[in-house]
């Protein structure tokens, strides 16, 4: 049996290209390449989230002393908010809601309310209060800043000693 001409010829033929099939894979390959290429420039250059990393408060917990169980109990302190970014660095003006055992039921005060933007909301003289009959309760701290992710809120313990 004889082989036919053609396939003799192929074999032979030393000036022959890329056709077909892998020119195609080829061509996909290099578009790939350079679409990766640009997605990846582009999602580098994004900047990361601004997010608030820490925040400290002035007291942890409040301890009200010498106050019955069946009487309404007061204390008052002043109460100090710091908010640091990721870089350990304050936080201008941001807003801080403090909400539940206070008197005041909610109060809201910015960095700026103080004539100075440092980072830190202050409260004067904030008036912790628990109702009668209620051994201990707590206080909703939220710190806020546009731009910014929030952390969760933080919770600071009143309780009669």
């Known amino acids: 049996m004889r082989k036919p001409q053609g396939l003799r010829r192929l074999r032979t033929d030393r000036f022959g ?7 195609q894979l080829l061509i996909m390959v290099i578009v790939a390449g350079v679409a990766l290429a640009i997605i990846l420039g582009w999602v580098v250059s994004l900047p990361a989230p601004a997010v608030i ?3 400290s408060l002035s007291h942890s917990s ?4 010498n106050a019955p169980i069946d009487s309404v109990a007061t204390r008052s302190y002043t109460f100090t908010v710091t908010a640091l970014d990721a870089k350990n660095e304050p936080i201008p003006n941001i ?4 909400e539940g055992s206070i008197t005041a039921g909610r109060i ?4 700026g309310d103080d004539n100075t933007v440092d980072g830190t909301a202050s409260f004067g003289s904030i008036q912790f209060r628990l109702p009668a009959g209620v051994a201990s309760g707590s206080v909703r701290v939220t710190v806020q800043k546009s731009g910014f992710t929030s952390p969760s809120p933080l919770e600071v313990l009143v309780y009669r000693q």
């Not at 807003?95 to 403090?98: G, K």
């Open 53 to 55: 990393k820490t925040v």
């Open 95 to 98: 807003l801080v809601t403090l």
């Open 17 to 23: 290209g890329i056709e077909g099939m892998p020119l």
């Open 108 to 111: 809201a005060k910015a960095d």
């Open 62 to 65: 409040v301890a009200i002393a």
